[in-house]
């Protein structure tokens, strides 16, 4: 069985149905092919914790002016939609029990603006705080807003322990149904002509360093001289199959869904993370029994920062998400992913010093669902988007934790790319070839922030 596509896509999670809906729905091109050998949006790109900041480290505002595309983007699609993916603005907050970080707040406060984030405002000061909305994401607040006193925290932000002594709140931020966002382009990208093949890419054929044929796992062969590489966590391996060594690892992130049956914890939050590092709450009893033993003795000793957690769903919802990651060694993604039955009680704990209502289902877990996938990323956590050194094929991968927030702005770039549009000014930090820069690998060489929660 053999036939002819102008463009193969490898991969329907987020970043490969983004790429059809831009190059399909928005550019008009034909006769584009989506393989996916499981159903669409279901190996990472539903596990997701459904959160988007325009909220990026440097070096250089690459990555603030790629998220703010992306947000101006996923604003578009919200509004055309009758917002169908329910995107707020309810807003990222940093928070600190430890005066000696407020500074540290400061500092990403100011860095964001001087990278195009929006300005920080800071409270108490000449402008009142405006309080976050619910829903919605019109005529919201951008930048952030730096609040230094415990009373006016707690004031807004009730439910948080009255240790936290400053936070941040980064405005134009906030979460969406991710999955429903996906399954619009995708329905979109299909009216447009876009085949989706239920079907494992096993091979793909090029010739005198082009793109020929793209094999697939039911034994057709798919002629085309386009292929977009947008396989996730097998990025490398789609890589491998045109002999490229792409420079990618994965880590595994782990995420709980709590039933919060016993109304703890509070609703339409923001994301809330905790920025300092901590020492989790045992009792004297857990503190015994794990130091006796070498493989619970670690969590005695000082956890790294990061923990974080939001609401879920509406008002009456009982559900509560958190997520943490401890152990971020390079791992070889396995499916279904390996769970700590540990983790749970972990990120509670640790959630408590920020969340103290959490501290209720301590030893006594509600019921809860534990999920997650791989962040599957280049070392300076910056995506791949972008022509790959065989001519014909393209990448849309290493999208780490920010997947869902970037597919939008991704998916448009790679479309730019195919058709041979201007570029944004911010294409050649996403370009494999800018591993090729030795002005490049020097900065890599001294780069310290990854902008990973
Ligand atoms: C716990 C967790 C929390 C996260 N939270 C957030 C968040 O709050 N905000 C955010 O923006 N991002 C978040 N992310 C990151 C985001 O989920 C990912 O970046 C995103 O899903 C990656 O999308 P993808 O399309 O590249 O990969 P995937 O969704 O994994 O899709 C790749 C697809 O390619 C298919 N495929 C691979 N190889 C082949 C082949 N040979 N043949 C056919 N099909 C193939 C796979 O089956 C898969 O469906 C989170 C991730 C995790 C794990």
């Given amino acids: 069985m053999s036939e002819t596509a102008h463009l193969v896509i490898c991969g329907a999670g987020i970043a490969g149905v983004s790429a059809a809906y831009h190059l399909a729905a928005r550019r008009g091109v034909k006769n584009i092919v989506l393989i996916e050998e499981r159903a669409p949006l279901t190996l990472t790109s539903d596990k997701s914790t459904e959160c988007y900041r325009n909220w990026w480290p440097g070096p250089g505002n690459a990555m603030v002016r790629f998220m703010n595309r992306s947000i101006d983007i996923l604003e578009e699609l919200a509004r055309e939609s009758d917002n169908a993916f329910q995107l707020n603005r309810r807003g990222y907050v940093y928070a600190t029990a430890d005066p000696a970080r407020i500074d540290d707040l400061k500092r990403a406060g100011q860095e964001a ?12 000061g000449p402008g009142a705080y405006r309080p976050l909305a619910a829903e919605g994401f019109e005529h919201q607040p951008v930048g952030s807003d730096l609040l230094l006193d415990p009373a006016l925290i707690q004031t807004h932000f009730p439910y948080l322990s009255p240790k936290i002594v400053a936070l941040i709140h980064a405005r134009r931020c906030g979460y969406f149904s991710a999955q429903t966002y996906g399954m619009y382009m995708l329905e979109r990208a299909r009216e447009c002509g876009v085949r989706l093949v239920n079907a494992r890419v096993e091979k793909i054929d090029t010739y005198g360093g ?13 002629e085309t001289e386009l292929v977009v590489n ?97 152990h971020l060694d390079p791992v070889t993604p396995q499916f279904p992913i390996p769970l700590d039955p540990q983790f749970p009680e972990i990120a509670l704990r640790a959630l408590s010093t920020l969340l103290p209502g959490l501290e209720r289902y301590f030893g006594r877990l509600p019921s809860l669902v534990m999920d997650g996938g791989y962040y599957t990323k280049t070392r300076e956590n910056r995506p791949l988007v972008g022509p790959l050194p065989v001519q014909g094929a393209y990448i849309i991968g290493a999208l780490s934790g920010f997947g869902m927030m970037a597919s939008a ?31 490049y690998q020097k ?11």
């Avoid at 990025?235 to 869904?257: F, N, Q, R, W």
């Avoid at 914890?265 to 794990?290: A, G, H, K, M, V």
């Avoid at 991704?410 to 570029?423: F, M, N, P, R, S």
Wanted: with cysteine; hydrophobic share 40%; charged share 20%.
């Fill in 113 to 124: 603006a001087e990278l195009g984030a929006g300005e920080m405002r800071v409270h108490p």
């Fill in 443 to 453: 900065l890599l060489a001294s780069w310290d922030q990854s902008g990973q929660i």
């Fill in 409 to 439: 702005a991704a998916g448009d770039l790679l479309a730019a790319h195919i058709v041979g549009e201007k570029l944004p000014d911010y294409a050649p930090a996403f370009l494999l070839s800018r591993y090729d820069d030795p002005a």
């Fill in 230 to 326: 947008a396989g996730g966590p097998f990025i490398g391996e789609i890589g491998k199959m045109m002999d490229l060594d792409l420079p990618v690892y994965s880590e595994l992130h782990t995420k709980v869904i709590l039933r919060d049956d016993l109304r703890v914890t509070p609703r339409n939050t923001p994301l809330l993370i905790f920025i300092d590092p901590q020492y989790l709450p045992w009792s004297d009893e857990e503190c015994e029994l794990f130091v006796q033993d070498t493989e619970t003795r670690w969590l005695l000793r000082e956890l790294p920062p990061g923990v974080h957690g939001r609401s879920e769903g509406g008002a009456s919802s009982p559900y509560f998400l958190m997520q943490w990651t401890i």
């Fill in 210 to 222: 082009r793109v020929g044929a793209v094999h697939l796992s039911n034994g057709s062969k798919i």
